[in-house]
Nanobody, 128 residues
């Protein structure tokens, strides 16, 4: 069982990317999924999460209004749509899944032990 992120790339400021977090070996529909990012020399930052049930989502202040998280349970995938990217968004982006069936809300959590699965990350670089 694993999570695999993809979609990271080099993009100019103001550009957009869509990251994917695909689960294999288990179904994401019973999991809250969080997105995190970490740039070299900085702490890992939780930036978004999506609930296991319903439209619940949460965003960090630095990305609110620019990023959107959503799930496709048929594809067993969570997406992070990132618009109006800025140089300070440069980081390795990772997703993590925590067991929480039928939960319609989520809140950003830093604690790694709350999540059962972590992906390896995908690099996003925002530069002219």
């Amino acid at each position: 069982s694993q999570l695999v992120e993809s979609g990271g790339d080099l993009v100019q400021p103001g550009g957009s990317l869509r990251l994917s977090c695909v689960a294999s070996g288990f179904s994401l529909k019973n999991y809250i999924v969080g997105w995190f990012r970490q740039d070299s020399g900085k702490e890992r930052e939780p930036i978004s999460c999506v609930s296991s049930s319903g439209p619940g989502a949460d965003y960090g202040r630095s990305v609110k209004g620019r990023f959107t998280v959503y799930r496709d349970n048929d594809a067993n995938t969570i997406y992070l749509q990132m618009n109006d990217l800025k140089p300070e968004d440069t980081a390795v982006y990772s997703c993590a899944a925590g067991w929480a069936p039928n939960v319609s809300f989520c809140a950003l959590q830093r604690r790694k032990e709350l999540y059962n699965y972590w992906g390896q990350g995908t690099q996003v670089t925002v530069s002219p």
